[in-house]
């Protein structure tokens, strides 16, 4: 099983809620992120946890708020965002935290109404 | 200031040919280069690394090509096909002092296979 999976594929959310985005793997990696992705942009990294503990936080406003329950889960709550945070939202995976090869999942495509 | 750069957003190439994808870099403390392939609505895909010592690794169609004296890599994609069309993320990894490391990318080239 080489498949990091996220749900949902699709979020829609008003600026007063609050939803979570969810990824998962089961390929025994120790390391998990979080990126951002806007159109026509590159992935911008905000989260890294390596052994299901954070281990880098790329100055991402508190409104995202990142939590790792177990090895094989990433979680990333959202509350009160702004429209400008309508992104697709990735999860990747990797052996350990500084190895180069990363897996990335599908993507949650979040708007911010 | 971008340490990775793509500077051709786009590519056409006829079904059958060659596609040749660069991509150059500013930091020579980059240890690894990556490729990864994107199509919409879904994440990158990992295609094809190389390590920084050396200058060019195969993967059957793939082939990357490194050239550390110009900063300068590029993806060879030989014979190309209609399935191959997607947009290409060149990416670089360099880890550093005191256990921290960065991934870089570039902004991506949508490449197009015309059958």
């Known amino acids: 099983d080489t498949e990091v999976t996220q749900t949902p594929k699709h979020l829609v959310m008003g600026m007063t809620n609050k939803k979570s985005l969810k990824c998962e793997q089961h390929?025994?990696?120790?390391?998990m992120y979080w990126y951002k992705q806007k159109a026509k942009k590159p992935p911008e990294l905000m989260f890294v946890?390596?052994?299901?503990?954070?281990?880098i936080n790329e100055s991402v406003p508190s409104r995202f708020s990142p939590e790792c329950p177990n090895s094989s889960l990433l979680n990333l709550h959202l509350h009160a965002l702004q429209p400008e945070d309508s992104a697709l939202y990735l999860c990747?995976?990797?052996?350990?935290?500084?190895?180069?090869?990363?897996?990335f999942g599908p993507g949650t495509r979040l708007t911010v109404t | 200031d971008q340490q990775v750069k793509q500077n051709s957003p786009s590519l056409s190439v006829q079904e059958g040919r060659i596609s040749i994808l660069n991509c150059d870099y500013t930091?020579?403390?980059?240890?690894?280069f990556l490729w990864y392939k994107k199509y919409p609505a879904e994440g990158p895909t990992f295609l094809i690394s190389?390590?920084?010592?050396?200058d060019k690794n195969e993967d059957g169609r793939f082939t990357v090509f490194l050239n550390k004296s110009a900063k300068h890599l590029s993806l060879h994609i030989v014979p190309s096909q209609p399935g191959d069309s997607a947009v290409y993320f060149c990416?670089?990894?360099?880890?550093?002092?005191?256990?921290?490391?960065?991934?870089?990318f570039g902004k991506g080239t949508k490449l197009s296979v015309i059958p």
């Open positions: 946890y390596s052994y299901e503990k954070l281990s």
């Open positions: 990416a670089a990894f360099a880890y550093s002092g005191a256990g921290s490391y960065q991934l870089t």
């Open positions: 990747a995976s990797s052996l350990r935290e500084r190895s180069y090869e990363q897996y």
């Open positions: 190389i390590s920084s010592i050396k």
């Open positions: 390929m025994g990696h120790r390391a």
């Open positions: 930091n020579s403390m980059f240890d690894y």
